[in-house]
């Protein structure tokens, strides 16, 4: 499920070539309506969900004072309230299952902050927090809920900061990368390991967690 058919239709290809059956359901996680819709169209047409990857975000980074209303609102909309409805949506049939896994990917900017950030890592702390909550509230039902929280990765998202021509989005980036022990930015598959992981059985007594994929970016004891 996405936004954009684009990238879903790429992630549904690369799937299908290892014979997984895959369905394209396009929806903004923002309108509550439009996932209760595509949840139920992606069990009508896969059975049930049985791992939710809560992966859908996005920011431009920015200073605080730079974000006016509609762009504090989009950036909430999209990384916390999003993650919210379509959580809430696959987890009644979970329940019902007594099974479920759901690995949300938030960021390290939730676990400390992040200059050109606020809003979003705002956002992807209330993440973590949501996570912690409901792992709690059903772990005793079979499901389990964790975090991946990447540094800043080589994705689409970072491509404006990356490859165009907003100096101050460059600078931000800059420092943040210079801020990360290994010195490079994540690359998609740094974090699409552990979130594989977090999702098998081999993580079934795994709950609550978060997991920084950052080349020693947080370190928490
Ligand atoms: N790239 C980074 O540096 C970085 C760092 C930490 C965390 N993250 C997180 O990783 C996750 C994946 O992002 P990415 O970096 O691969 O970026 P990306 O832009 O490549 O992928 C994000 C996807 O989310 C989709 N999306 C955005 N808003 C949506 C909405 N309202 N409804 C449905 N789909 C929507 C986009 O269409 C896109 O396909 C995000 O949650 C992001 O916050 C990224």
């Known amino acids: 499920m996405d936004r954009d058919e684009a990238p879903a239709r790429i992630v549904a290809s690369e799937l299908d070539a290892f014979g997984v059956a895959t369905t394209v359901v396009v929806a903004d996680i923002s309108d509550n309506a439009a996932v209760t819709s595509g949840t139920a169209k992606v069990e009508a047409a896969l059975g049930p969900i049985d791992i939710l990857i809560n992966n859908a975000g996005w920011d431009s980074l920015r200073p605080f004072l730079d974000n006016d209303e509609a762009h504090r609102d989009l950036i909430i909309d999209i990384n916390l309230k999003g993650m919210i409805n379509v959580t809430h ?3 009644t ?3 019902s299952r007594r099974h479920g896994r759901i690995v ?5 900017a939730g676990r400390v902050g992040s200059s050109g950030q606020a809003v979003y890592s705002a956002c992807k702390a209330g993440t973590i927090a949501l996570t912690k909550s409901i792992a709690r509230e059903v772990a005793r039902h ?4 964790n975090v991946v929280a990447p540094g800043p990765t080589r994705t689409n998202m970072m491509a404006e ?11 931000i980036l800059e420092r943040m990368t210079k801020a990360v022990p290994m010195r490079r ?5 740094d974090v699409a390991g552990i979130a594989v992981f977090l999702a098998s059985d081999e993580a ?13 970016l947080t370190m928490h004891g």
């Open 204 to 216: 079934s007594f795994i709950t609550g967690q978060v997991i920084s994929v950052s080349g020693g």
């Open 142 to 145: 079979g499901i389990t809920l």
């Open 161 to 171: 900061a990356l490859e165009g021509d907003d100096a101050a989005a460059k600078h």
């Open 93 to 95: 049939r979970m329940v």
């Open 89 to 91: 949506a696959v987890l």
């Open 185 to 189: 930015m994540g690359e998609p598959e």
């Open 104 to 108: 949300t990917i938030s960021s390290d």
